[in-house]
């Protein structure tokens, strides 16, 4: 079975967070499973890029309203991430440094998607899958099945996965002019209250779609930014299946990007090692708990509170506990918490940047981690921290509600609160605290994080399953 994953960002070459992980290992993990996954992302001028070769496989041009984009599609030439990888290059469009954010962003994705259509068109591929991923691919399912110039290819099956129902990538009708011809009688296939939505178009369209995890797709019906009456009425053909994670990327036992490597048999020295360098490298006391924050500082992320937060407990415990954020993103929260960090600086360090190695690090040396996301489709931080005995405090909320279970309850291993508020944030850090001076206790639930398998293997199998049930011949 021929599946092409179609994506904005896939580690390693293009990343800002778990849509790139996700498509950097599902692809790996059903090609071991016997298919043939490739993954079909924009060029960006970035160091992946730049370091390794690549074949020009196609050249061509499409048509963006009156434009006439001349396109390349590179393929890199050894699969070495475990699949092909295939780029495409629009200059002055689709080869720029960063991914998104640009004021021709709705260009620059449909541009992306046509080249795409032309491509598998004009070379006279036929695969058995279009998978396309988020908004930016969203308007392949309508184009297959409702323009006369990809008529050919018309009956391929589209899955669609929604990793983020918060951005939906619309636009006014007065760019209707960038699609070529379609059927004029399907536009209200394109349309959401008034303007032309890839993400509402995407889920009306595609064969299947699937949220990254149950309780997200059950919530999508009640709030995704105005489409929730869609999320309701296409309820039959939405599942949720939950996210894996890489377990080569993400391996304690091998990961080069630690102090020190770990198993569970040297988990405490081998966590205490990391914790070291990372104390010594911040300027915090290691015997403290130590209790971080990784991501986006953004409001769905509930970084907003982040600083609030910190200060509570760090009044409620003078000299008790430590904190350590990396992030960026809002203006706003950045400068709260370098405030912050300049007023309590030996309890709490603010890195604001991105730091794809400080981030493996931080996992492996914190004692806890906090996410008090407001949304969380899935959250991958938590699945990491798991993975280097690191006890995840989280909100009850998305995927943070089916992978985390509160170590109160039977066979827990995490905490878990209600609210995205500063009261439950201290009051969940209260609990790790009283945790942390079990020592017998913390050990023994380490060792338990340690053994979730949280790996691809399951989570790639149902989507297997969900291809083989809409192509059941192949
Ligand atoms: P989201 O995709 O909503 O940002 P996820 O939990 O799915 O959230 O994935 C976030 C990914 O991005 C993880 O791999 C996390 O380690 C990484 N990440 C987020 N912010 C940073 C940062 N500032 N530096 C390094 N890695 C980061
Ligand atoms: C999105 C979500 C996050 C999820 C990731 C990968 O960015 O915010 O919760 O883990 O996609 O699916």
């Known amino acids: 079975?021929?599946?092409?994953?179609?994506?904005?960002?896939?580690?390693?070459?293009?990343?800002?967070?778990?849509?790139?992980?996700?498509?950097?290992?599902?692809?790996?993990?059903?090609?071991?499973?016997?298919?043939?996954?490739?993954?079909?992302?924009?060029?960006?001028?970035?160091?992946?890029?730049?370091?390794?070769?690549?074949?020009?496989?196609?050249?061509?041009?499409?048509?963006?309203?009156?434009?006439?984009?001349?396109?390349?599609i590179l393929k890199e030439q050894t699969d070495k991430l475990g699949f092909e990888l295939y780029l495409v290059k629009i200059p002055g469009l689709l080869d720029r440094e960063e991914i998104y954010s640009y004021p021709d962003e709705t260009e620059q994705f449909i541009a992306f998607q046509l080249a795409f259509l032309d491509w598998i068109s004009y070379s006279q591929q036929s695969p058995d899958i279009i998978?396309?991923?988020?908004?930016?691919?969203?308007?392949?399912?309508?184009?297959?099945?409702?323009?006369?110039?990809?008529?050919?290819?018309?009956?391929?099956?589209?899955?669609?996965?929604?990793?983020?129902?918060?951005?939906?990538?619309?636009?006014?009708?007065?760019k209707l002019s960038y699609l070529p011809e379609i059927d004029l009688t399907k536009t209200g296939l394109l349309d959401w209250a008034g303007g032309i939505n890839p993400l509402a178009t995407a889920v009306k369209c595609c064969w299947r779609y699937t949220a990254v995890s149950p309780t997200y797709l059950r919530e999508l019906s009640i709030s995704s930014n105005g489409l929730e009456y869609l999320f309701y009425i296409e309820r039959a053909k939405g599942s949720g299946i939950i996210n894996g994670i890489d377990t080569e990327v993400w391996n304690p036992e091998k990961d080069p990007m630690i102090t020190s490597k770990f198993s569970i048999k040297q988990i405490t020295k081998g966590k205490q090692a990391n914790k070291e360098a990372l104390c010594t490298r911040f300027?915090?006391?290691?015997?403290?708990?130590?209790?971080?924050?990784?991501?986006?500082?953004?409001?769905?992320?509930?970084?907003?509170?982040?600083?609030?937060?910190?200060?509570?407990?760090?009044?409620?415990?003078?000299?008790?506990?430590?904190?350590?954020?990396?992030?960026?993103?809002?203006?706003?929260?950045?400068?709260?918490?370098?405030?912050?960090?300049a007023y309590y600086p030996e309890q709490c360090n603010v890195v604001i940047g991105y730091d794809e190695a400080l981030a493996h690090l931080i996992y492996a040396g914190s004692d806890f981690l906090l996410m008090p996301s407001r949304v969380e489709p899935c959250g991958l931080n938590q699945l990491y921290a798991l993975?280097?005995?690191t006890m995840p405090l989280v909100r009850s909320t998305g995927g943070l509600k089916d992978t985390v279970i509160d170590f109160g309850d039977e066979g827990g291993y995490g905490i878990r609160y209600d609210n995205t508020s500063v009261e439950d944030i201290c009051e969940a850090v209260n609990r790790a605290l009283v945790l942390f001076d079990n020592t017998k206790q913390l050990q023994a639930l380490r060792k338990i994080m340690m053994t979730l398998d949280f790996s691809w293997d399951r989570s790639a199998a149902e989507y297997n399953d969900l291809y083989k049930s809409l192509n059941p011949i192949i």
């Open 131 to 174: 998978h396309c991923h988020d908004h930016h691919s969203g308007l392949v399912p309508f184009l297959l099945q409702h323009s006369k110039l990809y008529t050919r290819l018309a009956n391929i099956t589209t899955i669609f996965t929604i990793h983020n129902g918060q951005y939906h990538g619309a636009f006014g009708w007065d």
């Open 387 to 389: 993975r280097y005995g």
């Open 1 to 72: 079975m021929k599946v092409f994953h179609l994506s904005a960002e896939c580690y390693p070459v293009a990343k800002v967070g778990g849509l790139a992980d996700v498509v950097g290992a599902l692809p790996k993990y059903q090609n071991m499973a016997g298919l043939q996954a490739a993954v079909v992302m924009p060029y960006y001028n970035r160091k992946f890029v730049q370091e390794n070769v690549f074949d020009i496989v196609f050249q061509g041009a499409t048509l963006l309203g009156t434009r006439r984009l001349y396109f390349e």
């Open 283 to 341: 300027s915090l006391a290691p015997e403290l708990p130590l209790i971080s924050f990784i991501g986006r500082l953004v409001v769905e992320k509930g970084a907003d509170l982040l600083a609030a937060a910190m200060e509570q407990s760090i009044n409620e415990h003078p000299g008790k506990v430590n904190f350590l954020i990396l992030g960026a993103g809002d203006k706003e929260t950045e400068i709260e918490l370098l405030q912050l960090k």
